[in-house]
């Protein structure tokens, strides 16, 4: 089905063509003709299905019939700008992504969209909403500063979405949500969106919705297109297989997952002494210093980029080929999100596990999430009790810990808490070199 099946304005058409958009997805067919007759929704939709011009173009399409910017003959009248549309994301990036992807299908409109969220100046962000807005994408944190220090005004919103609500009540957003939909006009339309169907968000659903529609396209919890696979591998090694497949299949763009902010900088330094070029990104980044990784690895300038789970939602790499799950995460419904970042809009996509005998727990609550066996592998070298190499025998080994894959200590994690848990599980070195039994002395010579 094409998007000119529905009743969408033709500049909406022609912003959509422009994207290159053609056959619309499963959760677009389901979620447009309701959303443009004003219908409260709770739709669950894995990622990389297209959830944001599902929400977006429709709430567009109403925007245009509620100002009236053309007249008969589709002169463009004069408009301006009042809060209609508020979009609530979890992370920083996906505000990013949201507020971009919606200006882009608002392109031949005089709609004006600001992102606004935390981890970045501000007072730019107060003044682009302060000039003027019609949709607002906002991460709580930075909406509620807005709110309280320059008495930003939601009243007049008549269109509220949240995405990615299940991240959101992960990251303890519940009450923000609640007293969002108080601060909005009290006769106004909410959509949900969620890449899982958890009980909590039924419930919140339940709770903030007037008699929705309930969609769930989410038939598989990992998308059909992508090959997923596990490589076994001692845990002290797994950077060391990292390099050398990098090097051997001369793989250009990488992305690898790692569980802890620790992990992912002394990957980061692993690998540069590999002379494979990287960079890290996880929360305690600024958002210039994650823009720019993000930059530099979407253009081409770096090879692999080393992340938590903070990018697991919300990052769109176009045609991204590779997901490398360094480490398993803390909680198997992010192997989904992680994964999510290859085979998106209907393109083919490669992600790899490195498994170590300490994961085996995790790996199997995975595959029983995913209703999937995924096949294993070992590289020539690196069986299961093979002799370590030579650089590895002077090495006293601490004993890997079990991950602890609590929930709280998830949240945790990715709220920035400042007790770690754990320590990376690449590392184990006691006599201050590398986790791999290099030193980094000697490995700089």
């Given at each position: ?31 447009l ?56 994301t ?10 971009e992807?919606?200006?882009?299908y ?8 600001v ?21 607002l ?8 500063d807005?709110?309280g220090q ?21 990251l ?16 106004h ?5 969620s ?8 419930t919140l ?28 591998v001692d ?18 763009q ?11 900088e ?47 939602r ?33 393109l ?30 070992t ?5 299961e009790?093979a002799p ?9 080994a ?23 848990v754990?320590?990376s ?21």
């Amino acid at each position: 089905m094409n998007f000119d099946a529905f009743d969408l304005h033709r500049k909406i058409l022609n912003a959509v063509s422009a994207r290159g958009y053609q056959q619309l997805t499963q959760v677009q067919s389901q979620v447009l003709p309701l959303a443009m007759a004003g219908k409260d929704i709770m739709a669950c939709a894995q990622t990389g299905t297209g959830k944001t011009a599902a929400f977006a173009l429709p709430l567009l399409n109403r925007l245009i019939q509620e100002y009236g910017f053309f007249g008969a003959d589709e002169v463009e009248l004069t408009h301006q700008s009042s809060l209609k549309v508020l979009v609530l994301t979890p992370t920083r990036e996906l505000a990013i992504q949201v507020a971009e992807n919606i200006t882009a299908y608002a392109q031949f409109l005089p709609l004006k969209t600001v992102a606004v969220y935390g981890g970045s100046n501000m007072n730019p962000q107060r003044k682009a909403v302060q000039a003027g807005v019609d949709i607002l994408v906002a991460t709580p944190g930075r909406l509620f500063d807005l709110i309280g220090q320059f008495d930003l005004e939601l009243s007049n919103v008549t269109h509220l979405v949240v995405d990615e609500a299940d991240r959101m009540l992960d990251l303890g957003f519940v009450r923000d949500i609640e007293k969002v939909k108080k601060l909005v006009a009290a006769s106004h339309q909410t959509l949900f969106f969620s890449a899982t169907y958890s009980d909590a968000v039924k419930t919140l659903a339940e709770k903030m919705l007037v008699k929705p529609e309930w969609i769930n396209v989410a038939t598989a919890a990992t998308a059909s297109l992508i090959t997923q696979e596990v490589y076994l591998v001692d845990t002290r090694r797994k950077a060391e297989l990292l390099s050398e497949l990098i090097g051997r299949n001369n793989w250009q763009q990488v992305l690898v997952f790692v569980s802890t902010r620790e992990s992912a900088e002394h990957l980061h330094t692993e690998l540069k002494l590999d002379g494979v070029k990287n960079a890290v990104f996880h929360g305690e980044k600024t958002q210039g210093a994650r823009n720019r990784a993000l930059e530099e690895f979407k253009s081409g300038k770096l090879r692999v980029m080393v992340a938590t789970d903070v990018a697991a939602r919300g990052l769109d790499i176009e045609a991204l080929p590779l997901v490398i799950n360094l480490e398993l995460p803390f909680a198997a419904e992010d192997y989904v999100h992680r994964v999510g970042r290859t085979g998106r809009a209907g393109l083919a996509g490669h992600a790899i596990s490195f498994v170590s005998p300490q994961d085996r727990a995790m790996m199997q609550e995975i595959e029983e999430l995913i209703e999937q066996t995924l096949p294993r592998m070992t590289m020539v070298g690196y069986e299961e009790g093979a002799p370590l190499p030579a650089r590895y025998r002077d090495v006293v080994a601490k004993p890997a810990k079990e991950k602890s894959h609590n929930k709280r200590k998830y949240q945790d994690k990715n709220r920035g808490a400042k007790n770690a848990v754990g320590k990376s599980h690449f590392r184990g070195a006691a006599s201050g070199k590398s986790s791999y039994g290099r030193s980094k002395d000697k490995a700089k010579k």
